[in-house]
């Protein structure tokens, strides 16, 4: 199985256009120690024909263009990418659909509620139903991965995640943390190896460890340090848990709750553009290396 990180960054990327808190000024100058990073996306292939996207974020098309990968081959008109997997509904992580145009078949993998979100926004439309078959997906089982030109050797597995729904669907009251196919993770498997993707994440309950544990590579939700680090930065209002998303530090944290995972890699993706973690000199990215959790950077191959 090959892995290619696409998208590193959360929501905005880093830097976000419109942000101008350190890391962003530092990322925006050149600092090498401040990688930009595009938004929130995987590229997984067993055998190196057919690609699967997992996500689309809205930086896709600049996502194709970086990896030769994902280049055309054969023919007037080719793409390797044969099919996509989402996690959730998100912006960061539907818009590339859009991108998808152009007249290319593939398959469309999310849950039947992801897929409605899908159906319910009709610019959606501009991916041509005769060429992209859009398949729900139930939780908890495992399926093969087709694609319009054969099978793609990879079986994915949409599991719950506790989690919400979409930024523009939320609505008063709704909980944060709960496990519906809004928020999903994926476990895939191909050639015996195992890897676990879960780029949002509101609590790691049980049966999330467990499903972690013992993976090939886990790529986990790393979406900001501290719960209140974008009030801290003056950037906004929220803290991490009311966007889904729990802190990676704190008695509360990831890090705490996954201190005893054991897996071949531990990646830390869906980064946001405060995070101290994306900055290569940071006592933050320091504390997680010694805790044997890497961070995610665009471009980079994984093999597990
Ligand atoms: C998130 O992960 O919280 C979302 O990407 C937020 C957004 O869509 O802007
Ligand atoms: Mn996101
Ligand atoms: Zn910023």
């Given at each position: 199985m090959r892995i290619v990180i696409l998208g590193a960054a959360a929501?905005?990327?880093?830097?976000?256009?419109?942000c101008n808190c350190g890391g962003c000024r530092r990322a925006r100058a050149g600092d090498p120690a401040a990688k930009p990073r595009t938004q929130s996306s995987l590229a997984v292939s067993a055998d190196g024909e057919r690609w699967v996207l997992l996500n689309a974020s809205p930086d896709l098309r600049q996502q194709i263009l970086a990896n030769p990968a994902l280049h055309p081959r054969h023919g007037a008109r080719h793409s390797p990418i044969g099919a996509v997997v989402l996690t959730n509904a998100d912006v960061d992580h539907i818009i590339g659909l859009i991108d998808l145009r152009e007249g290319h078949p593939f398959s469309l993998y999310a849950t039947p509620e992801i897929q409605d979100v899908l159906a319910a926004?009709?610019?959606?439309?501009?991916?041509?139903p005769a060429l992209v078959s859009r398949r729900p997906l139930a939780l908890n089982g495992p399926v093969e991965i087709d694609t319009p030109t054969g099978p793609s050797g990879l079986s994915v597995e949409m599991f719950p995640v506790p989690g919400k729904v979409a930024l523009f669907l939320e609505s008063e009251g709704?909980?944060?943390?709960q496990e519906t196919g809004h928020t999903v993770g994926l476990e895939l498997r191909a050639n015996g190896r195992r890897v676990v993707y879960v780029p949002g994440c509101a609590r790691v309950s049980d049966a999330l460890f467990n499903r972690m544990h013992g993976a090939d590579v886990v790529f986990f939700d790393?979406?900001?340090?501290?719960?209140?680090e974008m009030q801290a930065a003056g950037?906004?209002?929220?803290?991490g848990r009311r966007m889904g998303h729990l802190p990676?530090?704190?008695?509360?944290?990831s890090l705490a709750a996954l201190q005893h995972l054991r897996a071949g890699r531990k990646i830390l993706i869906h980064?946001?553009?405060?995070?101290?973690?994306?900055?290569?000199?940071?006592p933050e990215r320091a504390a997680l290396a010694a805790a044997g959790w890497e961070v995610a950077e665009d471009g980079r191959e994984v093999t597990p």
């Open positions: 929501g905005g990327g880093f830097p976000q256009w419109n926004n009709p610019v959606f439309g501009v991916l041509n709704m909980r944060l943390d790393g979406t900001v340090w501290h719960d209140d950037v906004g209002t929220k803290t990676i530090a704190g008695p509360d944290g980064i946001n553009n405060t995070n101290p973690i994306l900055l290569d000199d940071s």
